[in-house]
């Protein structure tokens, strides 16, 4: 287990969902991490196939349950004339126990997209970590070029004003992992791509809280390095919001 994560930051994320999209296989230090209180874990990317790895050295497999159709092929969505990407979605829900404190966690690997994922798969107010890193909006192979942190329109709904969406799903308190990417609120954006040291950029950015579509942003720690240091924002619904 990773030393990290304070008590009370732990504590934001206990009960609900870490939803990551856009993983890859990014999984293990996110599951260490947040393996004391977080029950669930979804991780949504469209690569996922028939053979995915154990993801965690520190956590035994127990089972394994596939829902859905593991030789699923992309299709074409057509919307306004346009064509869109999608495959039908394939969860694998693996039971892992961890060998330091025994303590079971249920790692789910959905093969999609994210932005069908987080529309369709989360009750309103259940996501209490979203996390997402290492992305581009380059576009290319292995970069989604979708704004999740972002209020950007889109012709085709799904992929319309992400972070609404988001919002809709995440409890009232709850913590958004980030190294800037693929993001408009340029508070998240300070360090990105910058050499700068996590402890260094979190040192910073916890003195300045600011607030941003419905929720007050809080920077309460600080994760390994993607495109930068990863910070973790707690954001909390304002009472408007
Ligand atoms: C550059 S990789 C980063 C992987 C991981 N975040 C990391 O830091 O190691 C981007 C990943 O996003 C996935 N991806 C692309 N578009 C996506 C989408 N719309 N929803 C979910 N994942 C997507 C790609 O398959 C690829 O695995």
New binding site residues.
């Given amino acids: 287990m990773i030393p990290g994560l304070a008590k009370d930051v732990l504590a934001v994320a206990a009960g609900g969902v870490l939803f990551?999209?856009?993983?890859?296989?990014?999984w293990d230090e996110l599951v260490d991490a947040f393996s004391p209180t977080v029950d669930i874990f979804w991780f949504?990317?469209?690569?996922y196939g028939r053979i995915c790895a154990v993801p965690v050295p520190s956590f035994r497999l127990v089972d394994t349950v596939v829902e859905g159709d593991p030789d699923a092929r992309t299709c074409r969505v057509a919307d306004g004339g346009r064509g869109y990407q999608d495959v039908p979605p394939c969860v694998w829900s693996s039971r892992m126990v961890s060998e330091e404190n025994g303590r079971m966690v249920t790692v789910k690997r959905r093969r999609?997209?994210?932005?069908y994922?987080l529309a369709t798969e989360f009750p309103d107010r259940s996501i209490s970590v979203f996390v997402?890193?290492?992305?581009?909006l380059a576009g290319g192979e292995?970069?989604?070029?979708?704004c999740f942190l972002g209020r950007r329109r889109k012709c085709h709904e799904p992929l319309s004003m992400l972070f609404d969406k988001l919002a809709r799903k995440l409890r009232d308190t709850a913590l958004i992992v980030s190294d800037g990417s693929n993001t408009d609120i340029a508070e998240l954006r300070v360090f990105h791509r910058s050499e700068t040291p996590g402890s260094d950029a979190f040192a910073v950015a916890k003195e300045r809280p600011f607030s941003r579509w419905g929720f007050d942003w809080h920077c309460v720690g600080h994760l390994g390095r993607?495109y930068g240091p990863t910070l973790l924002w707690e954001v909390r619904r304002s009472p408007d919001g």
């Fill in positions: 990551y999209l856009c993983s890859g296989e990014d949504c990317d469209p690569t999609g997209f994210g932005e994922a997402h890193r290492g992305d581009t292995s970069s989604s070029s979708s993607r």
